[in-house]
């Protein structure tokens, strides 16, 4: 199967982001305007978290917070998990899976390359990971 890496699934994509200082209303109309699922935060070029539609959710919606007044530091993921570029797609979906997330930032050393999404990964790489997954569980199974 061909190896895709990260560096290819993210490509010409501009890095969508904002300061921990910003309210989830900006952060839920940047992702709006930009047709994405989830902003980095940012401060000094540095990544802080990762808001995504789940955070809005779960994190803001469901506690009843004002999206007006509620700043993102306080509803982000923060220090969220990574990923090289040069990593392979099966090995971004590996870390997406188990995790329990559908976006991943890609980072080299300190600096934000991207962030790819599950739907950026095509069938025969999700098909890898589900396999890889069944047969994990009946290992687990005995």
């Known amino acids: 199967m061909n190896r895709r890496k990260v560096s290819d699934i993210a490509s010409d994509r501009p890095i969508v982001q904002l300061s921990p200082s910003a309210t ?3 952060a839920s109309r940047l992702m709006a305007r930009e047709r994405v699922g989830a902003v980095l935060i940012t401060e000094s070029e540095r990544l802080m978290g990762i808001f995504t539609e789940r955070d809005a959710l ?3 919606l469901a506690r009843q917070l004002d999206p007006e007044a509620t700043q993102l530091d306080s509803v982000m993921t923060a220090d969220p998990v990574t990923v090289a570029p040069g990593a392979t797609a ?10 329990g997330f559908r976006h991943l ?18 069938g025969a790489e999700l098909s890898e990971a589900e396999r890889e997954r069944d047969f994990q569980a009946a290992i687990a199974e005995g």
């Open 58 to 60: 779960g994190r803001v």
């Open 24 to 26: 989830v209303r900006e």
């Open 90 to 99: 099966i090995e971004a979906l590996r870390l997406m899976r188990d995790g």
């Open 105 to 122: 930032p890609i980072v080299e050393e300190t600096s934000i390359r991207g962030v790819i999404s599950l739907r950026d990964f095509f």
